[in-house]
């Protein structure tokens, strides 16, 4: 799922040094590799990750971690499987759908306690019942995410989509318009050429999917858990730091993805701080990144529903919580 407007920056990666384990020489410790590939470029919805390096946090947990950015020629899923990455930054419905297809797959965090999807409308829309009449641009990816659940839930039909190409220009140029948006990107441009329009995050009003979830293999688990487990320990130290001081994490941003604006990097902050997608939810009690049966099982129980899945897909073999809930950071 592409999270940006226009950000064509060559995907490039980020990290301490190569190979399968590194020496700290300041340390004297031998460092566990591990490549992690993110979902789009660098930006702020990745944050925690570039934190984690920037500020040793994965040094102190016994980790050489390389960041690789996604992007739109970026297939993450094909990347984990063929062993080109140890994890990679997904989505819950892509996992699911991966599961039903008996690939060897298992998400073991989540960035975000809420996918940041939502819709971007124009001022006289009130809530999401509005969108009836209304043409709604829609990726082809959210063809086969959100839009089935939007759909159902408001009584909307297919008639009323139109494929949104990562431009705003349609939605301005037409009242009659809502867009697909992601909470840090679009909305800042379509604020600031349409102060009267609106963002409603799906999240809110049911729309049970994690965002950011972290995916890797099921050898991976079987041969590096402890890797994983300070992986994920560490990660979500990571983003607690980052969303304290984002400053060391911002300078990697910038560097490997220049049109990153300051004004686009804080957006993406102040959007994540306020919808709480990092430290909201069961993150406020059980740490950053923690995941539940429960809310994998909603997910599952709507791909079910708009036709996503099979009801016979075996659905906990998406995820373990093993993980989780280990007195990670708070935020």
């Given at each position: 799922m592409m999270v940006g407007c226009s950000k064509d920056t060559p995907a490039t990666a980020t990290n301490a040094s190569n190979g399968s384990a590194?020496?700290?020489t300041q340390q004297n410790k031998t460092l566990d590799k591990l490549l992690l590939t993110t979902s789009w470029y660098a930006e702020p919805e990745q944050g925690g990750y570039y934190q984690a390096i920037a500020t040793g946090i994965y040094k102190k947990y016994g980790l050489d971690v390389e960041i690789s950015q996604g992007g739109p020629q970026i297939n993450g899923m094909t990347l984990l499987l063929s062993k080109k990455a140890d994890v990679i930054v997904n989505?819950?419905?892509q996992v699911l759908k991966a599961v039903e297809q008996d690939l060897p797959v298992k998400a073991i965090a989540t960035a975000f306690q809420y996918d940041p999807q939502g819709i971007i409308t124009h001022g006289d829309v009130d809530s999401l019942e509005g969108l009836k009449g209304k043409t709604i641009l829609v990726a082809s990816s959210g063809q086969t995410s959100w839009w089935p659940w939007l759909k159902a839930k408001y009584n909307l039909n297919d008639g009323q989509t139109r494929p949104y190409t990562f431009n705003l220009q349609p939605?301005?140029?037409d009242k009659n318009t809502a867009q697909q948006s992601y909470a840090t990107s679009e909305v800042l441009p379509a604020k600031k050429a349409d102060p009267n329009s609106k963002f409603f995050l799906f999240a809110k009003y049911?729309?049970?999917a994690y965002g950011g979830?972290?995916?890797t293999r099921d050898d991976?688990?079987?041969t590096k858990s402890d890797v994983l487990k300070r992986f994920v320990a560490a990660t979500a130290e990571g983003w607690a730091s980052y969303l304290k001081d984002p400053a060391p994490a911002n300078a990697i941003i910038k560097k490997?993805?220049?049109?990153m604006t300051d004004e686009m990097i804080a957006f993406?902050?102040?959007q994540m701080k306020s919808l709480e997608l990092v430290g909201g939810g069961d993150a406020k009690t059980k740490g950053i990144g923690v995941m539940t049966e429960a809310r994998w099982k909603a997910t599952r129980d709507m791909m079910v529903q708009t036709k996503l899945l099979s009801e016979q897909a075996p659905w906990q073999k998406a995820f373990t919580l093993d993980y989780v809930n280990q007195g990670t950071a708070k935020p």
């Open positions: 590194v020496k700290d989505y819950d419905l939605f301005l140029a049911g729309y049970p979830t972290l995916v991976v688990i079987a490997e993805n220049p049109q993406g902050i102040d």
